[in-house]
T-cell receptor, first 109, second 114 residues
């Protein structure tokens, strides 16, 4: 079956760095997405990786290793507004997105 | 620029009552359209997707249905709601044949069935 695993919840301190991991097992691979979702709101796109390596976008970076079925989202210089759930999703061989349950990130001052 | 709207934002319905959630996209044509449900602590579950007017694919057998009467309109319906239909419903669109398949989500509709 297809499966996306990510931690349920993480806690970090304002100004620090946090890494959210995602492992996947899917039928085919056509890219991995990270979305941010604040409580009660819709998900918003953060990043897309289809090749191995690190993609950097401001304070956020996303890494992919296709051979390991592994990705992480790295958030630097954490701000209180970064408190949200972070969703990992993989596009399978049919370009359908398979979603993880999300990681709730709690930022403490 | 493209926008997507869905409504109502929240609704409380009794078991057995009908449901209609609407979603419209502006600023683009011939999009792929999706209905997702998000239950607490679980990943997004794809309910329906559509690649064109009148073309609906169902991913999960259930008492819900979807329709696409116009190119940029997507409707989620039920004739009789169940308690298990409670959840956060999200409409989304993507560019057809896009390289990345990025999804753009509506604001969401929170349904509570009592």
């Amino acid at each position: 079956g297809q499966n996306i695993d990510q931690p349920t919840e993480m806690t970090a301190t304002e100004g620090a760095i946090v890494q959210i991991n995602c492992t996947y097992q899917t039928s085919g691979f056509n890219g991995l997405f990270w979305y941010q979702q604040h409580a009660g709101e819709a998900p918003t796109f953060l990043s897309y990786n289809v090749l191995d390596g690190l993609e950097e976008k401001g304070r956020f970076s996303s890494f992919l290793s296709r051979s390991k079925g592994y990705s992480y989202l790295l958030l630097k210089e954490l701000q209180m507004k970064d408190s949200a759930s972070y969703l990992c999703a993989v596009a399978d061989s049919n370009y359908q997105l398979i979603w993880g349950a999300g990681t709730k990130l709690i930022i403490k001052p | 620029s493209q926008t997507i709207h869905q409504w109502p934002a929240t609704l409380v319905q009794p078991v057995g009552s009908p449901l209609s959630l609407e979603c419209t996209v502006e600023g683009t044509s011939n999009p792929n359209l999706y209905w997702y449900r998000q239950a607490a602590g679980r990943g997004l579950q794809l309910l329906f997707y559509s690649v064109g007017i009148g073309q609906i694919s169902s991913e999960v057998p259930q008492n819900l249905s979807a329709s696409r009467p116009q190119d940029r309109q997507f409707i989620l319906s039920s004739k009789k709601l169940l308690l298990s239909d409670s959840g956060f419903y999200l409409c989304a669109w993507s560019v057809k044949d896009a390289h990345t398949g990025e999804l753009f989500f509506g604001e969401g509709s929170r349904l509570t069935v009592l």
